[in-house]
């Protein structure tokens, strides 16, 4: 993707993900999780996404940092998402938002920027409102 | 010789390995576990049912 994204560093598991928001409230550690599931005998990994108290060391994804840098983190986001997929090929990833916001925000920004990046080999699908699958 | 950089790579650091392991962090067992709920009340989409039937 040619979208301005933050640098994301990972683990040996390739199920975590971290990265940092930078701006004018300062640095805020972001977090992504790739959690494996099954439901109806179809496994999936379900992403989750949340900012590091750096106060508890507790996970929120209800905050809002105002770092003014939503489309970068929704392209880092795209990008961990990408770079998850092409280590574990033809798996599902399940996203979606804590509030109405950011159910509007996943399909209609970055993730239909992602759909369009991954078509060639079909692994991601818009399918409805509240669900996207890749 | 000219040493390619690329600023728009996803610039992942693979071979760091400090970043924690966040599966049983309570926050994210329960961001699963909801979106477990969900897809058990709604159901997979139609389209994507059919196309791991088709897979499989």
Redesign the interface.
């Known amino acids: 993707?040619?979208l301005?994204?933050y640098?994301?560093?990972?683990?040996?598991?390739?199920?975590?993900?971290?990265f940092e928001s930078i701006g004018p409230n300062g640095n805020i550690q972001k977090?992504v999780?790739f959690?494996p599931?099954n439901?109806?005998g179809?496994t999936y990994f379900?992403l989750?996404f949340?900012d590091v108290n750096p106060t508890t060391g507790?996970?929120?994804?209800l905050s809002k940092s105002n770092n003014g840098d939503k489309n970068k983190i929704l392209a880092t986001i795209a990008?961990?998402v990408?770079?998850f997929t092409a280590h574990f090929p033809d798996v599902?990833v399940?996203a979606?938002g804590s509030t109405p916001p950011q159910d509007e925000t996943l399909p209609n920004g970055n993730l239909s920027k992602l759909e369009r990046n991954t078509s060639n080999n079909g692994c991601l699908?818009i399918?409805?409102r509240?669900?996207a699958?890749f | 010789m000219k040493n390619p950089t690329n600023k728009?790579s996803?610039?992942?650091?693979?071979k760091?390995?400090?970043?924690?392991?966040?599966?049983n962090?309570p926050?994210?067992?329960k961001?699963?576990n909801?979106?477990?709920a969900?897809?058990?009340k709604?159901?997979?989409?139609k389209?994507?049912?059919d196309k791991?039937q088709f897979q499989a």
């Open positions: 993707m040619n301005d994204q640098h994301f560093r990972t683990n040996a598991s390739h199920l975590d993900f971290e977090v999780r959690s599931q439901t109806n179809i379900n989750g949340g507790t996970i929120d994804d990008s961990i990408l770079e599902m399940y979606q699908r399918c409805r509240r669900l699958t | 728009k996803n610039a992942t650091d693979s760091a390995d400090h970043v924690r392991d966040y599966g962090d926050y994210f067992v961001k699963a909801k979106s477990k969900f897809l058990e709604h159901g997979f989409p389209e994507l049912v791991k």
